[in-house]
């Protein structure tokens, strides 16, 4: 008895999820661009892919992180500007003001360490996986993928 060949996912389950979830992260970022700016102890690790299309920044900071770049939004971020398809904010490294944009496309990660809640996204499909670098600190810990907190599609997937 032959069987069925598997169903093809005609609706592209993964890609809408992957869209549902960076609008927490766009919606935490507008949160965070509030004039009460971000609440508690909140505070953000964002790793993003510095080749995909649409991200900008200085050139020399850029290039030291060829592949992927981590930001922390905690005390010393301005002019966080989330719009609709990126979000900007200017950050200090080495001393010195810099202006990034990121699309939410390019996010590969988004992580709330204050209560341990965790986004991860798939890489964008032109940028190959390189190693890692975070700027001016070491990356967060990765979180226990079996906290309560912790939100991953694989959470979605049928195994």
């Keep these: 008895m032959a069987q069925d060949p598997p169903a093809q996912d005609q609706m592209h389950y993964e890609a809408m999820a992957q869209e ?14 509030a004039p009460e700016g971000l609440p508690g102890a909140h505070h953000f690790y964002i ?4 080749e995909a299309p ?8 850029l290039s030291k992180y060829p592949d992927e770049m981590t930001i922390v939004l905690q005390h010393q971020y301005w002019d966080l500007a ?17 202006r990034l944009s990121v699309p939410y496309a390019a996010v590969t990660r988004f992580y ?3 209560v341990q809640f965790l986004l991860q996204f798939e890489a964008p499909a032109a940028v190959t ?3 890692s ?14 906290a309560p907190n912790v939100v991953s599609l694989d959470t979605f997937r049928k195994k």
């Design 20 to 33: 549902a979830l960076r609008g927490v992260v766009k919606a935490a970022l507008k949160r965070a661009a």
């Design 47 to 50: 790793t993003f892919k510095t």
């Design 82 to 98: 989330p719009g609709e398809t990126f979000f900007s904010v200017t950050l200090k490294f080495g001393g010195q003001s810099k």
């Design 129 to 131: 996986n390189l190693p």
């Design 54 to 61: 649409g991200v900008s920044g200085p050139n020399d900071l």
């Design 112 to 114: 709330d360490p204050s």
């Design 133 to 146: 670098a975070a700027p001016d600190q070491e990356p967060p810990a990765d979180p226990d993928p079996d």
